[in-house]
């Protein structure tokens, strides 16, 4: 299995530009996460899916951002327009199931910088 | 509702040391736990998961940690620290949430030095 993947590792892109990570979660998992990592407010939930469908999107900053899950084996985190101060490492992660003993698999992450 | 606390910010130990990251959770139904360390520049990886069997899980790299539910504690022990060990450690917790989910909570972290 090559795991939780995610595209691209690193974009540098201008204020107001969008952006668009994208992420293949495990294949056969259920639930596919995206979080936000910075220094200054840690690792934060920004939406998640199970079998496809958002279920909890309340981490998501502003309408600037959105999410989507078209079928059960890719995702995109859409920024538009960016900001600078959305510049952070984002991560995709996915588990099964429902079960409490599912722990979440993470990507490498997407290294977001906006100037 | 669910939390955790790491109770240290960084951890500081010599190479051969032993080395204790310290953590406390909070939930309204037995959890499970666990523990993910995530070097520089990677993802973060599973360590360790306590799903209410042992309460003492052993993890990779030598690592383990004893779950006591009395204290609500989880914390991470390793009996000689190595300089590859050194990496930011998240205590997490997985419990029933309302609506039926169990979406997990992270710790802040500690961040784990290793000195030679």
């Known amino acids: 299995d090559a795991g939780v993947i995610q595209s691209p590792r690193h974009e540098v892109t201008e204020m107001g530009q969008e952006v668009t990570l994208r992420c293949k979660p495990i294949?056969?998992?259920?639930?596919l996460f995206w979080y936000r990592q910075t220094m200054m407010r840690g690792l934060e939930l920004l939406i998640y899916?199970?079998?496809?469908?958002?279920?909890?999107d309340s981490g998501m900053p502003e309408d600037r951002f959105s999410a989507k899950m078209p079928n059960a084996s890719f995702s995109t985190l859409k920024i538009q327009p960016s900001e600078p101060r959305d510049s952070a490492v984002y991560f995709c992660?996915?588990?099964?199931?429902?079960?409490?003993?599912?722990?979440?698999?993470f990507g490498n992450g997407t290294r977001l910088t906006v100037t | 509702a669910q939390s955790v606390t790491q109770l240290d910010s960084h951890v500081s130990v010599s190479e051969g040391t032993p080395v204790l990251l310290r953590c406390n959770y909070s939930?309204?139904?037995?959890?499970?736990l666990f523990w993910y360390v995530q070097h520089p520049n990677k993802g973060l990886q599973l360590l360790l998961k306590?799903?209410?069997?042992?309460?003492l899980v052993k993890g990779i790299n030598g690592f383990e940690a004893e779950f006591k539910k009395s204290e609500t504690s989880f914390h991470l022990t390793k009996p000689s620290a190595h300089m590859s060990d050194a990496a930011e450690y998240f205590c997490?917790?997985?419990?029933?949430?309302?609506?039926?989910?169990?979406?997990?909570?992270f710790g802040r972290g500690t961040s784990l030095i290793v000195h030679p």
């Open positions: 992660a996915s588990s099964l199931q429902i079960e409490l003993g599912s722990p979440l698999h």
């Open positions: 294949s056969g998992h259920d639930y």
């Open positions: 899916f199970n079998n496809n469908v958002p279920i909890d």
């Open positions: 939930s309204s139904y037995s959890p499970s």
């Open positions: 306590y799903t209410s069997a042992a309460t």
């Open positions: 997490v917790v997985r419990g029933y949430a309302s609506g039926g989910s169990y979406i997990p909570t």
